[in-house]
């Protein structure tokens, strides 16, 4: 059974930072795509960075530059951790984070180069972890 646990959320001031971890255990495919995406109450969810086996990385315009998806797994990929560093928080990035995850050796499926978003079609997700943002 594959499970994803998300932890860091919390409350930061304007301009602040914070990095979330995700722990991913039971994964039992060779590749993947794994992600954070996003969702404030009532607006539809957002994708915000992609990571896959290889560690290639890609990210929505909305937070280029400010956060970074990193990932740590063992070999087998028995257990992965996935963490979303981010810099410069703004109050429009205060949303539930969930960190989420797919079948499949690559994130382009995911990445609309026409707007610079990114899709939240997965097959696998945690419970999320809260971020708030202050002025």
């Known amino acids: 059974q594959v499970q994803l646990v998300e932890s860091g959320g919390g409350a930061v001031q304007s301009g602040g930072s914070l990095k979330l971890s995700c722990v991913v255990s039971?994964?039992?495919?060779?590749?993947?795509?794994m992600a954070w995406i996003r969702q404030v109450s009532g607006k539809e969810r957002e994708g915000v960075a992609t990571?896959?086996?290889?560690?290639?990385?890609?990210?929505?315009?909305s937070v280029k530059g400010r956060f970074t998806i990193s990932q740590f797994a063992s070999q087998d990929n028995a257990n992965i951790t996935l963490y979303l560093e981010m810099n410069n928080l703004q109050r429009e990035d205060a949303a539930m984070y969930y960190c989420?995850?797919?079948?499949?050796?690559?994130?382009?499926?995911?990445?609309?180069?026409?707007?610079?978003?990114?899709?939240?079609?997965?097959?696998?997700w945690g419970q999320g972890t809260q971020v708030t943002v202050s002025s």
């Open positions: 990571i896959d086996s290889d560690g290639d990385t890609l990210y929505a315009n």
């Open positions: 989420a995850a797919d079948v499949g050796s690559t994130c382009w499926r995911y990445y609309n180069e026409y707007d610079g978003t990114l899709g939240t079609e997965f097959g696998y």
């Open positions: 039971g994964y039992p495919y060779r590749t993947y795509c």
